[in-house]
């Protein structure tokens, strides 16, 4: 039997709802295998970040090497990068490795609100990821440090994704569900301009929504559909997820990762 396969990149959320844990989840859920190499520790929950301790790049590395040395990858999703050092040593092993898809998620602050990253990694996600990077999904926060453009709505979005695109990204994502009444994505890349809209979901339950996304985009993409069609599948799981919840913690409670398999 034939499985497609991807590999996270990306932070450890000890609470289970985001990151690496929310990445091999929603790779289960999809029916694809999923391996994963660990950049940081992060000693959170669904209220806050106590703690962040990074792996050494060197060790990064060699987690990326041991992956690619035996297992034929389908797609890449690349999460937390929590240092420039970091950012450029995962971006040379995957020049070197040649994946066939990445998408890389800039996750930069946690859905609490804390820092996950050390400031002034925006340069260093455009120098290094921008070229390799087959789609960037930022949020808002995020595409306004990537872009230094204020967003206020689906036009100051296109702007963002327009100066993305002129400083080297292929394709860009960025999710505007903070916006209005609908959650509207907005896509701009090789294909010209698409906006993705789906119904809010009132929940308080949106911990690791970001990472679900990026990783449910990259096992669409593995399993045969293009971009666009692995992008609107993706939102749809993330919605349904999101319905589906339940109450984990005491802050914001992560998303039902296996609804279509649980009753």
């Not at 999923?34 to 959170?44: L, P």
């Not at 990068?81 to 950012?87: G, K, V, Y």
């Not at 890389?104 to 925006?122: F, K, N, Q, R, W």
């Not at 290094?128 to 087959?134: H, K, R, S």
Request: proline fraction near 3%; aromatic fraction near 6%.
């Amino acid at each position: 039997m034939s499985i497609k396969k991807c590999l996270t990149i990306a932070g450890s959320d000890c609470s289970g709802g985001a990151g690496i844990q929310a990445d091999l989840k929603t790779f289960s859920a999809h029916g694809v295998y999923g391996a994963s190499v660990i950049t940081s520790v992060v000693a959170e929950n669904t209220s806050r970040v106590i703690s962040v301790f990074n792996v050494p790049a060197s060790e990064i590395e060699k987690q990326i090497d041991a992956v690619f040395e035996d297992v034929e990858i389908d797609a890449v999703k690349l999460g937390m990068l929590p240092t420039a050092e970091i950012i450029k040593a995962v971006a040379d092993k995957l020049h070197q490795h040649k994946p066939r898809f990445i998408v890389c998620d800039p996750v930069m602050v946690a859905t609490s609100g804390d820092a996950l990253s050390e400031s002034g990694i925006d340069k260093a996600f455009i120098k290094y990821m921008f070229p390799i990077a087959d789609l960037i999904t930022p949020n808002i926060p995020e595409a306004e440090a990537l872009s230094g453009i204020e967003i206020r709505s689906i036009e100051d979005m296109r702007k963002a994704a327009e100066f993305l695109i002129e400083k080297g990204a292929k394709n860009v994502l960025i999710k505007g569900g903070h916006l209005t009444e609908s959650a509207e994505d907005l896509l701009l890349g090789e294909n010209g301009e698409r906006v993705f809209t789906s119904k809010r979901v009132d929940s308080e339950n949106t911990h690791g929504t970001g990472c679900t996304l990026s990783s449910a985009i990259a096992a669409n993409f593995a399993l045969g559909n293009d971009l666009e069609k692995s992008i609107e599948n993706a939102k749809n799981y993330v919605t349904e997820a999101i319905e589906s919840s339940y109450t984990v913690g005491k802050g914001h409670s992560p998303v039902h990762h296996f609804y279509k398999l649980w009753k």
